[in-house]
């Protein structure tokens, strides 16, 4: 090996391998913040970490989450909501100021490593009725140029996630796609934009949706365990929808010559709740099978490279809208409080943890009190609806982990999930008379009673030290080893 020491060769050795390692396993995800008790940012990203999460989707640029992925070693796509999109069309100082303050603060001030701005979220969707249909191509453009103005175009490019709904295919078959006809001209001009600036398409794909939605759905067909009827097209056979979707965009694009643009999944996943088909079984079915393909690095038919993947979600968001079905507030694959819902293999043989340092309030309840008299069951009626109007009772819906509850423990829940949701204040289990406070677990499997994490014990505004301090041993490695070289004169 010539003046090539074994002390030099253990340092290439050593570097390579702490690189390669951060290449071999890696999972994306979407961390959704509509909760009315969040997490601290450094713990979620410790969570993240701890489960091999390395790229994470924000669906708006929240402050306290930027800073906590400063210097994490997490690669951020940052999202700009949809009701955004109008201000910044009209304005390309308004687009420059969000830049300014959503990504080039963070980048510079914090360290976050932003990768992607998402302009708005499936803006073109049916329900939207063309309401985002003159804004998201000027936003984007001018985005675009406000990250290039700020020094920041060749390394945070710009994308627009896509519903599948943008598709449409009239053979019913993925080789048959193309973008739909009222939006065609439109999709084409954003791509080609896309392309020209190194952006990247995203497209949200659900199987549970597709069940969902049509009682004829063949069940098999939403999961990844090769049991559904085939669906032959050509050459290919598809026996999952995940596949035959994603390959309806891909032969979209290549019909009209951006058969090269990268593609992402923006969002898949399945909900744990508030559906007959969203339940424990069914999403750990799902979710595994989709992360032994993600870890495998199997793509689809049309597109058999790796693709990158964010898992919708990470955590339960309980204020989140429940528009589309109770359970939006249920796609977590952790609790609200980062706990375990269900165990997943997440790669390399590790098994999922849960999040760390949580601290949470007093274990004490507020229930239907035993010796309540009900002589008006329209005041019982009353006291419930103000709970839920403020707590989240999506669980305790028919057909729902906490649907099946006799009417006494119903009402228990309600009370209870909102004697949580407003921090145990004395005042929040005082129902008519009607409540009490209990230090008794009123939980009966599957049916959780919640207890809020404690907000007033977290500082919700994340440092950064306890994200560098995991790296720390690792620096201080790699800093003795350099400093050995030097004097060792080897390489």
């Not at 085939?230 to 290919?236: Q, R």
């Not at 490279?305 to 939006?328: Q, R």
């Amino acid at each position: 090996m010539g003046g090539f020491s074994l002390l030099c060769f253990m340092f290439f050795v050593w570097v390579l391998g702490f690189e390669s390692g951060k290449g071999v396993w890696g999972l994306a995800c979407n961390w959704g913040l509509q909760s009315t008790h969040p997490l601290p940012p450094d713990i979620v990203v410790r969570l993240m970490k701890d489960n091999g999460f390395d790229k994470v989707k924000l669906f708006e640029a929240d402050p306290a989450a930027l800073k906590g992925l400063g210097k994490s070693g997490i690669q951020v796509m940052v999202g700009i909501p949809n009701n955004m999109l109008a201000s910044l069309a009209g304005s390309p100082a308004n687009a420059e100021a969000w830049v300014q303050q959503n990504v080039s603060t963070f980048v510079s001030k914090s360290g976050t490593d932003i990768r992607f701005v998402a302009i708005g979220n499936e803006p073109f969707l049916h329900s939207y009725k063309d309401m985002f249909i003159q804004t998201t191509f000027p936003a984007l453009q001018n985005i675009q140029a406000a990250l290039v103005k700020a020094g920041l175009g060749k390394k945070v490019k710009v994308t627009v996630p896509l519903n599948a709904d943008v598709l449409q295919t009239d053979s019913g078959l993925a080789s048959g796609g193309d973008f739909r006809l009222d939006i065609h001209d439109l999709m084409l001009k954003i791509i080609k934009f896309l392309q020209d600036n190194g952006g990247i398409i995203t497209i949200n794909i659900y199987p549970f949706l597709s069940l969902q939605a049509d009682p004829n759905f063949p069940k098999e067909f939403a999961f990844f365990s090769n049991t559904a009827n085939p669906v032959v097209d050509g050459t290919i056979t598809y026996t999952n929808v995940y596949d035959a979707n994603f390959d309806t965009l891909i032969s979209a694009l290549e019909k009209n010559g951006f058969g090269q643009i990268p593609v992402v999944i923006g969002e898949v996943g399945w909900p744990t709740d508030c559906d007959p088909n969203a339940n424990i079984d069914n999403a750990r079915r799902f979710n595994q099978g989709l992360l032994d393909r993600i870890v495998k690095g199997q793509g689809t038919p049309k597109h058999p490279a790796p693709i990158d993947v964010y898992l919708f979600s990470l955590i339960d968001e309980d204020n989140k809208s429940v528009e589309p079905g109770n359970f939006e507030r249920h796609w977590g694959i952790f609790n609200y409080d980062g706990s375990v819902k269900y165990q997943l293999n997440m790669g390399k043989g590790k098994a999922i943890v849960p999040a760390k340092g949580v601290k949470y309030l007093a274990r004490q309840w507020c229930v239907l009190s035993p010796s309540a008299g009900v002589s008006d069951p329209n005041v019982l009626s009353q006291s419930i609806n103000y709970a839920c109007q403020y707590a989240d009772c999506t669980r305790a819906s028919p057909g729902s982990s906490c649907g099946n509850l006799d009417p006494q423990r119903n009402v228990s829940y309600a009370f209870s999930m909102y004697y949580q949701t407003m921090n145990q204040r004395k005042d929040a289990c005082s129902f008519n008379n009607l409540s009490v406070v209990t230090t008794v677990d009123p939980s009966q499997p599957p049916c959780r009673y919640e207890i809020m994490i404690d907000i007033g014990k977290h500082d919700l505004t994340a440092s950064g030290s306890a994200k560098v301090a995991g790296n720390g041993s690792q620096l201080f490695i790699f800093l003795m080893i350099v400093l050995a070289l030097v004097i060792d004169g080897a390489c």
